[in-house]
Structures are given as C-alpha cells and as structure tokens.
C-alpha cells in the first residue's frame, strides 16, 4: 500500500488555508479524500475517515448562482 502523504504544513488556529486535491481518474473504484492531522491526535493513516465537513469552506466565487 502506498503512502500519500504530504510533508508536514504547519497550520495556525483560526487562519484559513487552501486545499486543493488533484485525482487522475482510473478503471473503477475511484476515490478521493483529505485528511489532516488534529492536535495532539496522531496522523490519519490511508483509508482514514476524511476531514469532516464543518472544517471545511467552498470559496463564493465557486458557488453557481444561476
């Protein structure tokens, strides 16, 4: 099993920082998911649970306003 992990990014309580995940697609079973390391908690290992929902944000410019 390979490890896809990124080198470690030092991050500042209420600072916000931007994510991008890029996924090449294959034949089946194609998955994406980011993970973080919370303090004092010990890092996500591959098929971790993703990062949940309330720590992340879609900038407005993104959002349709059809």
């Given at each position: 099993?390979?490890?896809?992990s ?41 098929y ?9 944000a ?9």
């Open positions: 099993m390979q490890d896809h990124s080198e470690v990014i030092h991050q500042e309580a209420g600072r916000h920082y931007y994510v991008e995940a890029l996924m090449k697609e294959g034949e089946n079973l194609d998955n994406l998911a980011v993970a973080w390391q919370m303090p004092d908690e010990p890092p996500p290992e591959n971790s649970p993703p990062s949940p929902g309330p720590y992340l879609v900038p407005s410019e993104w959002i349709s306003r059809d």
